[in-house]
Nanobody, 115 residues
Framework: VQLVESGGGFVQPGGSLRLSCAAS????????MRWYRQAPGKEREAVAI????????TYVDSVKGRFTISRDNAKSTVYLQMNSLKPEDTAVYYC?????????WGQGTQVTVSS
């Protein structure tokens, strides 16, 4: 299983970024995918979840209405569109899946929101 995130960077408050996570080594279309983030000195938190067919998505309250998770099963890729970014969104963002009770993580991509 391999998960490779991309798309992070530096953005001013109010800006947007789109994260991507390319997956391989498993049947992507059959699994729930998640985005997590971890800010300095804080625990890793789940940000968004999407079911295998994309029919249902859920978000942590702090990003509702600003972030959108989506997936392209043909490309084995999950996305996180982040709009109206705030300084408190600064973190390393990770994609995640769980197979047979084991969590798999990408290497993470840094998102920094600052003026």
């Amino acid at each position: 299983v391999q998960l490779v995130e991309s798309g992070g960077g530096f953005v001013q408050p109010g800006g947007s970024l789109r994260l991507s996570c390319a997956a391989s080594g498993f049947t992507f279309k059959s699994y729930i995918m998640r985005w997590y983030r971890q800010a300095p000195g804080k625990e890793r938190e789940a940000v968004a979840i999407i079911l295998s067919d994309g029919s249902i998505t859920t978000y942590v309250d702090s990003v509702k209405g600003r972030f959108t998770i989506s997936r392209d099963n043909a490309k084995s890729t999950v996305y996180l569109q982040m709009n109206s970014l705030k300084p408190e969104d600064t973190a390393v963002y990770y994609c995640n899946t769980r197979l047979d009770g084991r969590d798999y993580w990408g290497q993470g991509t840094q998102v920094t929101v600052s003026s």
